[in-house]
């Protein structure tokens, strides 16, 4: 497993659009969640370590605000022909025995990746309610230890735009395992 530091787009740039399917048995596009004034666009998968060891935290964070207020989507583009474990069917068996509160996507042209240029799993992006980034980066300042976690940079991002404020202070890189691209 290769560590590896998301690139984030500039603050302030639009949430491309998409339209993919979800393991709910439904189609999502951006501005299927516009009433929120917040979207957190997550890109994850199954197999990742990184991924794995924050999954339950992610859950959490769903559960912590209000549909109506933040608008949670978890995106998964990896090549599931090279990593089985990252297929449809086994995403949907995640999000199931983890009863995501929010939708599970699948990116199989992994357009929508690129788009948000996405590098690693899991990577996460915050837009406003213009749908303009306000934050990109880490979930937390310790991936493989929740108990030793002293500041939730993507939580406290959310809060401050709930807050009607920017985010604060410096954003710290998503970090972990690349998006396994399609060859």
């Known amino acids: 497993m290769v560590l590896l530091e998301s690139d984030a787009p500039q603050l302030g740039s639009p949430a491309p659009d998409f339209e993919l ?66 297929s449809f069917e086994k995403m949907a068996d995640l999000a199931e025995a983890k009863d995501f509160p929010f939708p599970y996507l699948y990116d199989e042209s992994q357009e929508t990746a690129r ?20 934050y990109a980066g880490r979930l937390d300042d310790n991936w493989k230890n929740p108990d030793k976690v002293k500041r939730r940079d993507l939580h406290d991002a959310v809060v401050a735009l709930l807050d009607g404020d920017r985010p604060g202070g410096e954003q710290h890189p998503s970090r972990g395992c690349s998006i396994k691209w399609k060859q």
């Open 115 to 134: 788009a948000y240029k996405a590098v690693c799993t899991p990577d996460f992006f915050v837009y406003d309610e213009d749908r303009k980034l306000a």
């Open 21 to 86: 399917p979800a393991t709910d048995g439904n189609t999502y596009g951006r501005d299927d969640f516009a009433d929120a004034p917040v979207l957190v666009v997550m890109f994850i998968c199954n197999h990742c370590p990184y991924v794995k060891a924050v999954i339950d935290r992610l859950v959490e964070l769903g559960n912590t605000f209000d549909d109506d207020e933040v608008a949670l989507v978890a995106i998964s583009a990896n090549d599931a022909e090279r990593y089985p474990d990252d």
